[in-house]
């Protein structure tokens, strides 16, 4: 099951190491929640839901986030995350296709980093996608 952990703890400002550590469970938990390659246990989704503040429902859906959080379309700059989510493609396996490292490629998905327009071309080329539709905008500064 799709989950919207990773960018809600993101957008928060919400360190991976300091979320699991208040929810009781190891910080590599919480990262393969995250991702997708592990279930969570129905206690943890509970303790996730009231940490970030949200419903069960909202957390762990299908939808795309800024479906779900329609406050994250504002200032969305690209559907990297999404895209690449949907695809069931790892941000670390991205992150070696594209040939970049994975803090950059988050940072580029989180709307935090304008990419150069080599990187734009061989995301839209990996994920096939028009450049247009995968970046919609330049991040202002």
Known sequence: MNNHIYMLRKKRGIKQYDMARAL???????SKIETGSQA???KF???CAKYLKTTL??????SPVEEVYPEFS????????????ELGIKQY??????????????KVE???????EDFKSMASKV?????????LHKVEF
């Open 24 to 30: 009781g469970v190891s910080p590599s938990y919480l």
């Open 40 to 42: 969570p246990t129905e």
């Open 45 to 47: 989704r509970q303790a």
């Open 57 to 62: 429902d909202k957390l762990f859906n299908e």
């Open 74 to 85: 504002q200032g969305l700059t690209n559907k990297l995350w999404a895209k690449r989510r």
């Open 93 to 106: 396996d991205m992150a070696k296709k594209l040939k970049v490292s994975t803090p950059f490629l988050s």
């Open 110 to 116: 989180l709307g935090l980093l304008e990419p150069p």
């Open 127 to 135: 994920l096939k996608m028009k450049k247009e539709e995968l970046f």
